[in-house]
């Protein structure tokens, strides 16, 4: 009697799918590449990956709150272009009145941070007070901002002082103990944002609305500001993520931040959280990130598959990923 009552609640105990399966595909990625290449797991390689996750991933981070709310956002890598290009114009504007220093830095920092945060205001508030489709107004923006950073560099590239640039370069190259500076950053917005969906009004509130909107209402939730508040941090992180992705290149052009957006939304979907909202994981869209990393890393250090099938790949596990979340949900 004891083994039949005590079966079905093991069984229930189990994890679904959608939350191991990106942790064993994580893990099976690993040990492919440890197998393929004696380099895969070199500090070296390991850190660069991981450096370079960072803007993907801290974008990624405010777009499983949007998403989670039931909402979309197209526009973070046009708007990662030109929040990079207009830093770039104001930091070599003041170059002769500030001089190089940390209050130049500071002034483009503060510059990208203003900028991200009136981006994601504007996004959010023509989609919450006009009732405009996400999808219609990040699609216009995403078109906005990339011809505003083609015209601010005449159809070329934006190009910081070269003496700024090096002064500048430790904010990207730098860090503590042999970690660079985006890896804690991204550790820092991931941790912040776990708290923030599991802990805080504002994620229950995020997940309620987007399983929900009508319930949500009912339930005092004030929906548009919620809704308001999820554009306005996503566009706060493409602030922080292009601050730690000008000082890399020192440079911005109409194809800075391409994809971006695509590869936001696939980290997120990618570690379970739902694509019509009601439900976020950010540790999940961490996962997310390092797969998609991962399969770009491997490509490019092995010679199996071309690196120029890594967009194929990364799309069958985009799809991949979307089936298991239908299957799990029907088998709920």
């Given at each position: 009697m004891s083994d039949t009552t005590t079966l079905p609640r093991a069984h229930r105990a189990l994890p679904s799918m959608t939350?191991?399966?990106?942790?064993?595909?994580?893990?099976?990625?690993?040990?492919?590449?440890?197998?393929?290449?004696?380099?895969?797991?070199?500090?070296?390689?390991?850190?660069?990956?991981?450096?370079?996750?960072?803007?993907?991933?801290?974008?990624?981070?405010?777009?499983?709150?949007?998403?989670?709310a039931g909402g979309l956002d197209l526009s973070v890598g046009s708007m990662a272009a030109f929040i990079a290009g207009l830093m770039i114009l104001v930091m070599n504007a003041a170059l002769p009145t500030l001089g190089v220093g940390v209050p130049l830095v500071l002034l483009g920092m503060a510059t990208a941070l203003v900028a991200g945060l009136a981006a994601g205001f504007l996004n959010?508030?023509?989609?919450?007070?006009?009732?405009?489709?996400?999808?219609?107004v990040t699609l216009g923006s995403m078109g906005i901002y990339r011809s505003l950073v083609t015209w601010l560099a005449d159809g070329g590239t934006l190009s910081l002082d070269f003496t700024l640039r090096s002064f500048y370069q430790p904010v990207y190259y730098g860090g503590v103990l042999?970690?660079?500076?985006?890896?804690?950053?991204?550790?820092?917005?991931?941790?912040?944002?776990?708290?923030?969906?599991?802990?805080?009004?504002f994620g229950r509130h995020c997940a309620a609305i987007g399983s929900n909107d009508q319930v949500a209402r009912y339930s005092s939730v004030n929906i548009a500001r919620v809704r308001l508040m999820t554009y306005v941090?996503?566009?706060?992180?493409v602030g922080v993520a292009t601050i730690m992705y000008v000082p890399r290149l020192g440079s911005a052009s109409a194809s800075t931040g391409l994809l971006w957006e695509l590869e936001a939304i696939a980290a997120v979907i990618i570690g379970g959280t739902v694509l019509r909202g009601g439900f976020g994981r950010v540790w999940g869209t961490v996962i997310g990130v390092l797969i998609l990393s991962l399969i770009g890393n491997i490509l490019n250090l092995t010679d199996l598959v071309s690196p120029y099938l890594n967009g194929a790949i990364q799309g069958a596990i985009i799809i991949l990923a979307v089936i298991l979340q239908r299957e799990g949900k029907a088998g709920a």
């Open positions: 939350v191991i399966g990106p942790v064993l595909a994580l893990v099976l990625l690993v040990l492919i590449g440890a197998a393929l290449n004696p380099n895969f797991l070199a500090w070296a390689n390991v850190s660069n990956v991981l450096a370079r996750s960072a803007f993907i991933g801290i974008i990624a981070v405010g777009m499983t709150f949007v998403i989670t959010g508030i023509l989609i919450t007070r006009l009732g405009i489709e996400a999808f219609i042999g970690v660079s500076w985006p890896i804690i950053v991204f550790a820092v917005t991931v941790v912040l944002g776990e708290i923030a969906m599991r802990r805080m009004v941090l996503l566009g706060l992180l």
